[in-house]
């Protein structure tokens, strides 16, 4: 294991080194004030805030992972059902499609109050505002998946006379994987705004935190707050890596990512 | 068991504007009046009157023009019990060295002037001093870029934006807008006109807890300051400390016999005003808007 | 010539598929694909299919199978095989994350039967096709060969009454095909298995078929006629009475291009 | 083309259907006071607003429209670009697409001032939101899609030793073309959301009618906003549709969506 | 029986391709696929290649190609043939997007060759393979020997010096299958063309290889000869020399299968 995590650290240089380049001209460029430090604080700064505050940014860091995973995980689940649905009844999806886009742009903020009155004031709001928001790349993309099957291989299957259960997890999911994939990458970062503006709106994590801080001109502070939300949203992206990865091992075929 | 404990919505985070609120806890006054009250804050967007209107909390602090607006959307009866800012503590923020005497020049001098466009002194300032030579644009909190350039003024609460402003050394002139005639209550208790009618000794006993607690804040707010640190560590323990000082003669003008008291002539003011900028469109009755306990 | 061929089935038991006036035209398209072709098979008769390429074998096969809506005229298939109707493809087709295996299996759990015995049968026919090397592998692993036999597996595991072949031999060395041909004649014999056999070998043709369908690059059937053999082993094939009917295959083919170069009608010119 | 929209309109006739259930619904929740007006105006009522502002919000709307357009426009064409360049050189990918990962989950409220003095007060903030909000769908799907091109094709292709351009422009951008639509889509109604919340930093549009209408609890003017919107969404998402049916007439392999 | 091969290409002129000791074994594969195999193709001549199902044939050409690596052993071309080899895969691999005519102008466009010249000679070639009245479907309009015909189009039009040929003619007809033997014969005393051919038929194997190689199921070369035919053409195959050399190699065959059964060593047990 330590030699997987080792052999990890190497492939990601490029990352790191980009990373350590990144920091240090981010912190040349506020130390010679070509940015004004109380618009953008440098990475010290941001550093040395995270750590005084650390025992309240981790609490807040943890809730705010806790409704991300909540709203990503049923918006993974939703999305693809839904996706799912609309591509065994076509219908429905004629139907309904044009709705799911309609209902994808409406700002959370503006239905606020609808949000916070039917789930609840505080983590409820939260959860719901992270899925909202973070569903509909998934059900996208799978549906483009689920309709772009090798039409060969659906008439193949068709032989059989399968039942449409059969067809959707033998045929049709295997291969709209790496649409689903990517689909749950994309809404992996949407969950997480979705999350922090549903934190400003109901209270609580790192968007409450980023909120208040924003307001007192605490730009260290809310640059902590980001950057914690950031962090979650990469370390998202990994475990949605290391996971489909593992599910997908010895399958190689599933064509990769 | 014990009965659910009472929601007492706050439409901001923990700050001085609702130290009283806060010191009826920490002294332990809501228990001494026989309440267990759990005070929620709230945020960007978030909808308190709404809530309150849709019974999700039992009580909330919110200004007086939306409860008047609330009123006149015909969302159900809701009544104000406790009004703690007497004097309005919005204000216009602009730099000193612009050397503005009021807000006559503010809105008739070049510049930008960042504020939030729906709030209805906003209305107001456009109905009595357009047209504008200053430029309007959106306010999201912060004063980054009111910090960035000198042109730049924007709204505040003199309780709070001025003293961020002070601590990061700028020089900076501050205009009341109640000084332009608009000058609702700010940060009133209100609930429902049911839980009035249904359980008026709840309700007085909330709001005696409350007077004591507010009592206790512009007496001494120290103690009541650290346990509101503790929940809002964005704000500095200096700018609790100066704003609490600062509000201080916002909540007990020289004409307060009682904080948190209200005046019919006052609400029909407002009443009045809102609907002379058409924020309301029919006149609201403030007859039965507040109980002053 | 059509009603040569006829003749010789026309007294046959039940049939078990027949086409009658079939036209298949593709949208689009100037000429009809498939023009007014009628023949039929009867009960354990096999038929083979020959034709140049592109004259419309497989679609004929896709027609039967039912992949395919024909533009006019009837093909009724008897409902007791109808149900149990398999295709190999030209192509293999296999299910690329599946393994060689699995993809075996792959008809068996579509029909839920993949019960032990069937799952003997199936690595049972992969031995005979010898793949019993290959279990674990992907196609993306197999040589083309290997992935034809995987499929022709596939075709098979399921003990259909009819299966439809589009040239399965194809990419087979002559010794592997040889073994195929005489794993095809045994489980006609041995499970009654009908089989209608698309091929451009037409000592394969003659070998494996009960009757012969010739088609022309016009879509018409060019010549329909029975041959039938008392025993079918490879020795057969040095026989001279099976080298006549190959020869006059042969000749009808070299007639059929010499019309087609002749009217300018045909899909080539040399 | 009359013949075509009649043709249109009886294809999409289910969403109409549902349409009117819809409303017809929502008007019925209303009138019974389920849900109280002051939360969820009727659909009478969003329309009676609408008509009677409607100068202020077909102005806002117009305007909303141009920043979208603008935001979604180059959001496609530098999605594209960034992941043939990250496809191209892989160390840039492993470099930054961590970052870009990372940036997309700042709340653009939250680096607001940094917006506007980069960009100004009004419409440049307000398409850069819109740009920065859509880009990553794109990104990714495009930079899967590449990924995911046929490897027997690729092979093919490399008997010609080819330029990289003809790689891309030739294999793998038309293999990709799935992809690219969906994330497209996506990103269209992700470019809405940025753009009124871009109004809401800047001004103008939509944003602040939807802001300001909030602040005053005009429920029913908010909702007439948010519809706008939401119809600006849908008539962008046909719009795709049409462009790409019309781009890609005559090429039916170039997989269909 | 390899060195008997060698002996007649021996004092060949220049080698076009030289293979030597040549190993391929696939990550995590038991055994190697080819085994020390060594040959040479001299200028002026081209190369049969022949042996059992999975043998290890279209490995052995995608390592010509340069599309696999070696495990070990050489592989040398001759540079200024190198430059211009091309390759007809096993599949047809066309790009579904693109028309036949499209498909067979690809080549032409990456190499930026495509100019009004070559566009002739591609619809010349086209003609010639009988699919002048396809230009403008899609591959999945194509029957599936059409669509091997466009691939065959495609390698041939960029007028390479050397084409390796994996089972080109496998999915064609007799006849269609006779012409396209005597195309490629053309190419080679017009154009220079030397070709690698795969195949299955020994017949076409024989017909079109100055030398012929058998592969064996283990990887190694079980037979390496020159044949050597003062003219060919159709007519050829009904000489007696020609015929016995097809025996031969039938019986080396026969010979390798039994073999392989003996020693269970094979990769197929009948
Ligand atoms: N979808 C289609 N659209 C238009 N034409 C088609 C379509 N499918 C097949 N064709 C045409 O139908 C004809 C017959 O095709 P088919 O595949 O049946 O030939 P075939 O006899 O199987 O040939 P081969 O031996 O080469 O496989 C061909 O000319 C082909 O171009
Ligand atoms: N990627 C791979 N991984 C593992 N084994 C492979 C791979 N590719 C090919 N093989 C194995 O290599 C052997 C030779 O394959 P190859 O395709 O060269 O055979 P072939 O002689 O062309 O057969 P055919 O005549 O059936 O096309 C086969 O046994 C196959 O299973
Ligand atoms: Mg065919
Ligand atoms: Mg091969």
């Avoid at chain 1, 440098?42 to 995270?50: A, D, G, K, M």
């Avoid at chain 2, 809530?51 to 015909?74: F, H, K, N, W």
């Amino acid at each position: 294991m330590t030699k997987r995590i080792k052999a990890w650290l190497v492939e990601k240089y490029p990352a790191w080194i980009f990373l350590a380049v990144l920091l240090l001209g981010w912190e040349y460029v506020v130390a010679q004030e070509w940015v004004a430090s109380y618009l953008l604080p440098s990475p010290t700064q941001i550093f040395q805030t995270t750590v005084e505050l650390w025992p309240e940014i981790y609490a807040a860091t943890l809730s705010t992972a806790n409704s991300i995973a909540w709203g990503l995980g049923w918006s993974a689940v939703s999305g693809v059902t839904l996706a799912l649905l609309f591509f065994a009844i076509p219908i429905v999806r004629r139907a309904v499609l044009p709705f799911c886009i309609f209902f994808q742009t409406v700002p959370i903020i503006s239905i606020a109050p609808l949000l916070v009155i039917w789930f609840g004031f505080g983590q409820p709001t939260v959860r719901a505002s992270a899925f909202i928001v973070s569903i509909f790349p998934i059900l996208a993309n799978t549906l483009t998946g689920l309709q772009e099957t090798d039409p060969h291989l659906k008439e193949l299957f068709r032989l059989y006379r399968p039942s449409p259960w059969q067809l959707i997890f033998k045929l049709q999911i295997p291969s709209a994987i790496p649409y689903i994939l990517t689909g749950i990458k994309i809404s992996a970062g949407l969950a997480v705004i979705g999350a922090i503006v549903g934190e400003f709106i109901a209270g609580g994590g790192l968007g409450s935190l980023i909120d208040a801080a924003r307001t007192q001109q605490r730009v260290d502070l809310v640059f902590s707050g980001v950057v914690m939300s950031s962090v979650l949203a990469l370390l998202l992206v990994f475990i949605i890596e290391v996971v489909s990865r593992v599910l997908l091992r010895g399958r190689p075929y599933l064509r990769k990512l | 068991a014990s009965p659910a404990p009472l929601v007492l919505a706050l439409n901001w985070k923990p700050e001085p504007q609702f130290g009283g609120f806060y010191a009826a806890q920490v002294q332990g006054y809501y228990n001494d009046n026989g309440l267990d009250v759990d005070i929620i804050e709230g945020g960007s967007g978030t909808p308190t009157i709404q809530m309150l209107l849709a019974g999700r909390v039992d009580y909330a602090i919110v200004s007086a023009d939306e409860v008047i607006i609330a009123l006149a959307r015909g969302g159900s009866d809701i009544v104000a019990l406790f009004a703690t800012y007497q004097t309005n503590p919005q204000g216009i923020m602009t730099h000193a060295e612009r050397g503005f005497e009021s807000i006559d020049d503010v809105l008739h001098s070049e510049g930008v002037l960042l504020w939030q466009s729906g709030l209805p002194y906003a209305q107001f300032f456009k109905k009595q001093y357009s047209p504008f030579k200053v430029v309007t644009a959106p306010y999201l909190g912060g004063i980054g870029n009111f910090q960035n350039d000198v042109k730049v003024s924007q709204q505040c609460f003199v309780t709070s934006e001025p003293l961020t402003a002070a601590a990061a050394g700028l020089k900076v002139k501050t205009f009341l807008v109640a000084d332009s005639g608009y000058n609702p209550y700010t940060a009133v208790l209100v609930t429902q006109r049911q839980r009035w009618e249904k359980s008026p000794a709840e309700v007085k006993a909330m709001v005696a807890a409350v007077r004591s607690g507010w009592n206790n804040y512009l007496q001494d707010p120290a103690e009541t300051n650290k346990a509101m640190l503790a929940l809002n560590r964005a704000m500095s323990r200096e700018t609790f400390t100066q704003s609490a000082q600062a509000q201080r003669e916002l909540i007990k003008t020289p004409t307060t016999e009682r904080v948190g008291e209200m005046t019919q002539a006052r609400w029909q003011t407002l009443a009045d005003q809102l609907l002379d900028i058409k924020v309301v469109r029919q006149p609201v009755s403030v007859d039965k808007v507040f109980v002053d306990l | 010539m059509e009603s040569s061929g006829q003749t010789n089935t026309q007294s046959a038991p039940a049939r078990v598929i027949e086409v009658q006036h079939l036209v298949k035209r593709f949208a689009g398209a100037e000429h009809a694909i498939i023009d007014d072709l009628s023949f039929a098979v009867p009960a354990d008769s096999c038929l083979s299919l020959l034709g140049p390429s592109g004259c419309g074998k497989t679609t004929l096969l896709r027609l039967l199978m039912g992949l395919e809506e024909p533009s006019s005229g009837v093909i009724h298939v008897a409902p007791a095989q109808a149900k149990h109707m398999s295709y190999v493809f030209q192509e293999p087709r296999l299910v690329p994350w599946r393994t060689c295996l699995e993809n075996v299996l792959l008809p068996l759990e579509l029909i839920h039967q993949n019960n032990q015995a069937s799952q003997a049968y199936a690595l049972d026919l992969l031995q005979q096709l010898g793949l019993d090397e290959r279990l674990q592998h992907f196609p993306g692993e197999l040589s083309g060969g290997m992935q034809m036999r995987v499929a022709l597996a596939r075709a098979l595991v399921t003990e259909p009454k009819i299966v439809l072949l589009d040239e399965p031999f194809a990419a087979l060395d002559e010794r592997t095909r040889f073994r195929m041909q005489d794993l095809l004649l045994e489980l006609k014999s041995r499970l009654q298995l009908q089989y209608v056999f698309v091929t451009h070998s037409i000592a394969e043709a003659v070998y494996l078929g009960d009757q012969i369908l010739l088609m022309d690059s016009t879509g018409r059937a060019r010549d329909w006629r029975g041959v039938d053999f008392s025993e079918r082993n490879q020795a057969l094939k040095l026989a001279p009475a099976f080298n006549s009917i190959v020869q006059t295959y042969s000749q009808l083919f070299s007639e059929m291009e010499r019309n087609s170069t002749a009217s300018g009608s045909g899909e080539s010119r040399p």
